[in-house]
């Protein structure tokens, strides 16, 4: 009787799934005829003639924004930004571009060896036109896709450099440009230091080789700097973890929807080195792939951790092939590293639920961006959390960059002085020893002011809008004096915050005028002076004690 019961049971709960999935199905099909036979009646029967390909991208773009900011779709033509995400390679001049505020494209950062530093582009050239096409009024994203190609195919570029009044032409060949994802790696002292930027194909054995010929060099222990890395290929981050971890150790576990995304990552090789001591240097930039090389290494006590708390991705995503050699990358999957956490730090689905309550009923729930946060414990039983990003062990002051820094950052001016610096100086010292003199400092100063540069007064804006509340709530005239005498000292005066911000400011002027003559090597060689997690990785890393107490506790 028990057993017809069971029998029974099993059966309505077949019936029942397979009911759902028919109603899904249903749905699937429904929604899609309603889909397509609507943009039909719009393409037949609208007052305008609509263009296909434009609002069938803003329908696509909308569905997936509804899901995570990691899904997303690349058409034929996009396919490229695809392939450099994943492999760092593609068909070009190797050179970033920026638009200014003038709304011309300029070169911004040439790459070193590629063919953009070959022929003699600087920054701050103005892109004029690709053989015969005017890129006047175009978008960066427009003269990308014009600069871009097949290796071997050769242009001709038209720019207008800074100071001259005659165009200069350069006749360029595309190659495959392979972006490195060290930029830097060198000693400081008797501590290795790499500088790691992105998880493309193969950046493990890159970093497998700066390791050995790091303590060839006579490295005593290494900083691996994840500062600012977005993440990438897993594969590659399991492969990182192993040069450190014995082979057979489970690093990562996906877990997804359905069975294919379901997979267990475990160390495939010996590692390179089982004892050396580590340290990996992460921010809140620092996400996905580094977050599973950063934290599998922090479950396994076998690096310590400095800097401040990381991004939080726990998801995976992969490339789906779709129809006319276009593709999808979508979230598949969760990972989970060692300790059994995922560091997730923003619930999607219950995201989206939330703000629909908010919508609907005006309603804010509490604390709808987070994942409860579970213990969990390392190899070794410290502690540590799911769904808040990787914790450093030691966490680290951040320092905050001032308004008027953070404004001169993303100028033109800065530009401008850098390249009238450059054509004054035919050479500089090494990274390393360079540096910006009180001259060049008065001069970027009197440059600021003639451009008549401007930046966003926050202390003024927030006085202001105090005050209309003030009026409003009939608060004001009881205050006024009291009004007056904060705008008094609020008054801004640029050459006093020019004066105060001037180490910040300094650093920026090198760094843009390091980058034209030693590339991005000599920009993050200029960026190790002063640097606190550095200083405080060194520190704890040439103290065997505290180094083994914090992997300890």
Not at 398 to 414: E, K, Q
Request: charged fraction near 30%; hydrophobic fraction near 35%.
């Amino acid at each position: 009787m028990k057993r017809t019961f069971f029998i029974l049971a099993a059966l309505v709960s077949m019936m029942s799934a397979n009911a759902q999935n028919s109603d899904h199905n249903f749905s699937v099909a429904k929604n899609l005829d309603i889909f397509n036979s609507l943009y039909r009646q719009l393409d037949v029967f609208y007052v305008d003639t609509l263009n296909s390909d434009e609002m069938i991208r803003i329908g696509i773009d909308a569905m997936l924004e509804s899901l995570d900011p990691y899904t997303e779709y690349y058409p034929e033509e996009d396919m490229g930004d695809l392939k450099m995400m994943t492999t760092g390679k593609y068909g070009g001049i190797g050179s970033v571009i920026r638009m200014r505020k003038d709304s011309t494209v300029i070169i911004h950062e040439p790459y070193a060896g590629m063919p953009a530093a070959e022929v003699g582009l600087k920054v701050g050239d103005v892109l004029k036109k690709i053989d015969d096409k005017d890129l006047t009024g175009m978008s960066t994203s427009e003269v990308s896709n014009l600069l871009r190609g097949e290796p071997g195919t050769t242009f001709l570029l038209r720019v207008m450099r800074p100071g001259e009044t005659k165009a200069r032409d350069f006749k360029i060949t595309r190659k495959n440009i392979k972006v490195s994802p060290i930029p830097y790696s060198g000693l400081i002292g008797e501590t290795g230091f790499i500088s790691f930027t992105q998880f493309t194909e193969g950046c493990a054995k890159e970093i497998r080789k700066n390791i050995i010929s790091l303590k060839e060099k006579g490295a005593k222990n290494i900083i691996i700097d994840l500062r600012g890395n977005g993440g990438g290929l897993l594969n590659e981050a399991v492969d990182i973890v192993n040069l450190f971890v014995p082979k057979g150790l489970k690093i990562v576990e996906t877990r997804g929807k359905i069975t294919a995304s379901e997979r267990t990552y475990e160390t495939p090789n010996e590692p390179l080195d089982l004892d050396i001591p580590l340290a990996i240097l992460v921010n809140g930039q620092t996400a996905s792939a580094a977050e599973i090389l950063s934290g599998s290494l922090q479950d396994l006590d076998r690096a310590i951790v400095v800097g401040s708390k990381t991004f939080g991705k726990g998801l995976v995503q992969s490339p789906r092939e779709l129809p006319f050699n276009g593709s999808i990358k979508l979230t598949t999957a969760k990972y989970y590293i060692p300790s059994g956490r995922c560091i997730q730090a923003i619930d999607y689905k219950k995201k989206r639920e939330q703000e629909e309550v908010y919508r609907k009923t005006g309603k804010k729930m509490e604390n709808k961006d987070s994942i409860n946060a579970k213990i969990f414990h390392t190899a070794g039983g410290r502690e540590v959390t799911e769904g808040s990003g990787i914790m450093p062990d030691v966490v680290t002051k951040r320092d905050t960059m001032a308004n008027v820094v953070a404004y001169i950052s993303l100028d033109d001016v800065l530009i401008d002085w850098g390249t009238q610096y450059c054509q004054k100086h035919a050479t500089i010292a090494e990274p390393k020893d360079f540096n910006i003199t009180d001259a060049d400092f008065a001069e970027f100063k009197q440059m600021l002011k003639d451009k008549d540069f401007k930046y966003d007064r926050l202390s003024e804006k927030r006085l202001a809008d105090l005050k209309k509340t003030a009026e409003l709530e009939g608060y004001y005239e009881d205050a006024k004096d009291e009004f007056a005498a904060l705008e008094k000292k609020l008054v801004h005066n640029l050459d006093r915050e020019l004066d105060r911000e001037q180490d910040d400011i300094r650093k920026l002027m090198a760094n843009e005028v390091i980058k034209r003559y030693y590339f991005q090597a000599g920009q993050v060689e200029q960026s190790l002076k002063g640097d606190k997690d550095i200083e405080k990785a060194i520190e704890v890393l040439s103290n065997t004690a505290e180094y083994k107490k914090i992997l300890e506790k």
